[in-house]
């Protein structure tokens, strides 16, 4: 199909489920902070407010990133959130938290309130904006698993909310921490849906030496992507999908490079002598791909959405934007970002798949009125 500024037909409902706010009381708790995560202005702009979240990102020693990003109200002023719905004929949202969530919030009392605040600000803005937004909630990762389990009870009760969204240290010791099999457990029982969604990218050595010429690019493109397939792939060789086959597991970015890699892993998975002897149970990654995956669309081009969608069953990938991060470039009222997605899925796909990921298997998933 051709590449058009809108989806083709316009009887397609279109649900971005990746798309991220930070409400307000999360802003001030960003500006209250001197470490990173923060959020603050520099003296030669003071007006313009700056986002450092990334681990190391504000290292005098990379000038390209240590400012971090700019960030503006299209973070957290859910008026602007609907008018650029409206600008891309975005008919819902399921909005989330963007990274890092509250992986940083150590004490237990604080994590929970803060977990709570979020997740009722999120409930709030859904009802005023009945059938256009939803949200996935957040998890007070650092507070125990205890208080992460009654918040996720306490999800249940709340009309809007959709699932969780996760990064990918868990606790703090990753996702295949033998302690967090509680948490998934949970998870799977309540039939609460994980967004699971990087942040923290790989060892910056990894990026060598002139990595200070490169700005954002080999964290963002590379080290995001690997992270999420490192962080899933612990995940199917500790055995949590086999033990919970309930588990559903939503994955940002076309699941990393798990679609391309998963042959490669089951491979190793196979070949490996010290699983053998271990008498680990098999994996069948084919099989957990089919039962407990679901893939968002944000992947750019044509040729990695066709391998997202070969690589779980069809109604298993949808439409996301990652909004507000990438914004126009200047001069531009549209979102590049959006408009590179919407074209890779009318390109890939037959019109009634790319209709399909665009809205219709939202719709299903997560049970939406639009
Ligand atoms: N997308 C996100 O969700 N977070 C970032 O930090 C960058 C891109
Ligand atoms: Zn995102």
Redesign the pocket.
Known sequence: MASSDQPADPQCLVVDIHT?MYPPPYINLLKSRTTVPYIRAFADDPAGLRLV??PGEDSPANPSTSRG?PVGPEYWDVAQKIAFMDRHHIRTSVLSL??PWLDFVDDEAAAVEMAVRVNDWFEETCARYAGRLYAFAVLPMKAGVAAIQAEIQRLKGLQWIRGVVMGTTGRGDGLDDPGFLRVWQTLAETSTITFL?P?YGLPSDLYGLQNANYGHVLP?ALG?PLETTIAITRMILAGVFSDLPDLKVLI?HSGGALPFLAGRIQSCIEHDSHLKKAGHKPINILEILSRNIYLDAVIYSDIGLRTATQAVPQGRVLFGT?HP??PPLEGESKWPSVQTNVDAILKGLETSDAHRVLGTNAIELLNLTT
């Open positions: 991220h979240i990334l990003r963007a990274n969604h942040h963002l995001f940002a990652d991060f990438f």
